[in-house]
C-alpha cells in the first residue's frame, strides 16, 4: 500500500509537472512550416505506433480468454500446431509495410529539411536572395552574424517572419546545438565544420506568441548548459529592415548623465578588452570573445536568462559565476554598489532603437 501511495503521488507529480514551462517552447505547438512537418512525422510514427500496440493487445486478451484452460479440461493436451506458413508471411510482411510507411517520408523530409540548395541564390544584381545567418556557439552565449548586413548582434536573435532563413553555424570552443522547439531543430554546432539548414518563422504564430520564441542549447556542454538559453524576436520584414539599418547606423551614444558618463569610463577600463559596443561584424570572430553589447538596452534577458532588470544588470556584473557556473566572464568582481549603478545606466543606454 505504501508502495501505491508513492507511484501515485509521482504520477499526478508528473502531471502537473508537463503543464510547467514558457509558452511557446512547445515542439507540440509548431509555430512554422520547418516545425509543423517534423511534427507531422512525430504524429506519423506515434500513429503507427498506435495501431500496432493496439493491435497486438487485442489479439492477446482474445488468445487469453479463448485459450486458458478451461474446467473440466485440466488434463486435455490442444493440438500442437508448428509453423504455419500463412501466418509467418502475414506477420513478416505487415511489418514492412508499416517500417516502410515510416521510413519513406522520414527519410525523404530529413533530406528536404537539409536541402540547403537555394541558400546562395543571387538576383540579377548579385545580392543573395535569402537571408542567411551565422550562428556561433560559445560557453555559454551565442553569437548572431548578418554577413550581407554586416552587423553582428547576441543573445537576442532577430529575424523576419513569413520567409526562408538560411543559417549556418559553428562553435567557438566545444560541442553545442542550436534548438528553437517551436520552430525547428535541432542541429548541432561544431568545432571543426559547418552545418546548415533553414527554418521558417509563422507571423501569424509570432503574433500569438508577442513576437518572441525561446531558443536552447541542446547539447550538454558544461555546468551551465541549462542555462544557455536565447530568444528570437520574429518581426514583420519592414520591422526587421528597420532593425538592421538602425543596428548598421549603431553609435555608442554619448552619455547623458554623469552616473552614465562614469559608467561609460569604468567599462572602458574593465570590460572593453573582452566586449564590443560595435555593432559592425569588422572584427574576426576570433576575436569577439564576448556578447557584443552594441543593442544590449533592448534585450529580453540578462545573460540570456535574467529577467531584463537593473537589479540584475548589477548582480550578473558583480557576480556572473553565481549565475553561470563556470562561465568566462570572470566569477565575481569587487565593484562598489556606486560603480555598479553606473555600469547598469551605462549598459541600458546602449539601444539601436528607441
Ligand atoms: C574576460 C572577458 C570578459 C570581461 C573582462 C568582461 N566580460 Fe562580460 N561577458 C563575458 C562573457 C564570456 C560573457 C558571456 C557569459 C555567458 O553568458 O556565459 C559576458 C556577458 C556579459 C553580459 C551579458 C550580455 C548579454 O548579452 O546578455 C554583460 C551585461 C556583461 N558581460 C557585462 C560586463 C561588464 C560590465 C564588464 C566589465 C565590468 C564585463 N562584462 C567584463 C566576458 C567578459
Ligand atoms: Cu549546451
Known amino acids: 500500500m505504501k508502495k501505491w501511495g508513492l507511484y ?53 486478451v482474445i488468445v487469453l480468454i479463448r485459450f486458458r ?59 543573395r536572395e535569402n537571408l542567411v545567418i551565422n550562428v556561433r556557439a560559445s560557453l555559454y552565449w551565442w553569437e548572431f552574424e548578418y554577413p550581407d548586413q554586416g552587423i553582428v548582434t547576441s543573445q537576442d536573435l532577430v529575424v523576419p517572419t513569413d520567409e526562408k532563413i538560411y543559417f549556418n553555424l559553428i562553435a567557438s570552443d566545444v560541442k553545442h546545438a ?44 558544461g555546468p551551465s548548459h ?27 551614444p554619448e552619455p547623458q548623465t554623469a552616473v552614465a558618463q562614469q559608467g561609460k569610463e569604468i567599462f572602458e577600463n574593465s570590460c572593453i578588452g573582452c566586449h564590443a559596443v560595435s555593432a559592425e561584424n569588422s572584427m574576426p570572430a576570433e576575436a569577439r570573445i564576448a556578447p557584443n553589447l552594441a543593442d544590449f538596452g533592448n534585450r529580453t534577458r540578462v545573460a540570456g536568462i535574467l529577467p531584463y532588470t537593473k537589479e540584475n544588470i548589477k548582480e550578473w556584473i558583480q557576480n556572473p559565476g553565481d549565475i553561470k557556473p563556470g562561465n568566462l566572464m570572470y566569477d565575481s568582481a569587487n565593484f562598489s554598489e556606486e560603480e555598479l549603478d553606473a555600469l547598469a545606466e551605462y549598459l541600458m543606454s546602449l539601444k539601436a532603437q528607441e
Open 8 to 60: 501515485l503521488s509521482l504520477l499526478i507529480f508528473a502531471l502537473i509537472l508537463t503543464a510547467c514551462g514558457e509558452p511557446y517552447l512547445s515542439t507540440l505547438k509548431p509555430a512554422g512550416e520547418v516545425a509543423e512537418r517534423q511534427f507531422n512525422l512525430l504524429l506519423l510514427s506515434t500513429g503507427v505506433m498506435t495501431l500496432v500496440i493496439v493491435v497486438v493487445v487485442i489479439i492477446y
Open 178 to 221: 542550436f534548438w528553437i522547439p517551436a520552430i525547428g531543430g535541432k542541429i548541432d554546432t561544431n568545432t571543426d565544420n559547418e552545418n546548415s539548414f533553414y527554418l521558417v518563422f509563422d507571423g501569424e504564430k509570432a503574433d500569438e506568441a508577442g513576437n518572441i520564441f525561446y531558443g536552447k542549447c541542446a547539447e550538454l556542454c
Open 69 to 127: 484452460r478451461k474446467k473440466g479440461e485440466e488434463d486435455k493436451i490442444p493440438e500442437q500446431v508448428e509453423g504455419s506458413h500463412k501466418l509467418e508471411i502475414i506477420w513478416t510482411i505487415i511489418p514492412i509495410i508499416l517500417i516502410l510507411i515510416l521510413a519513406v517520408p522520414t527519410v525523404a523530409e530529413t533530406f528536404n529539411l537539409g536541402d540547403v540548395s537555394e541558400r546562395d541564390k543571387v538576383d540579377k544584381d548579385g545580392n
Open 226 to 252: 541549462a542555462y544557455m538559453d536565447f530568444k528570437v524576436k520574429a518581426v514583420p520584414r519592414a520591422e526587421f529592415d528597420e532593425w538592421v539599418v538602425a543596428m548598421q547606423n549603431f553609435e555608442e
